[in-house]
């Protein structure tokens, strides 16, 4: 086997050696990359939104009307109940 055909090099017609997945291999690269952009302005997203700060404040607010609404329902329940008996 000549040097470099394991890792994917081919000598052409003029001699030189090139990459045999040439395109494939820069293709890779640049969808990495443009992965690695999109993770980065996501996290940058979600920081200025409020990040977990604000997401922990606006799920326990949201509990607590849940709950007093919950409370509330249950105790009109019980209240239509007692006159009955």
């Known amino acids: 086997m000549p040097y470099g055909t394991a890792l994917g090099f081919k000598k052409r017609a003029d001699g030189k050696q090139v990459f045999e997945k040439e395109g494939v291999y820069i293709m890779d690269i640049?969808?990495?990359?443009?992965a690695i952009v999109a993770l980065i302005l996501a996290v940058l997203a979600f920081q200025r939104t409020g990040g977990t700060k604000d997401l922990k404040k606006t799920t326990a607010e949201l509990l607590a009307k849940m709950e007093k609404r919950m409370r509330e329902e249950e105790a009109s329940k019980v209240e239509k109940e007692e006159p009955q008996q």
């Open 30 to 34: 640049l969808n990495f990359v443009i």
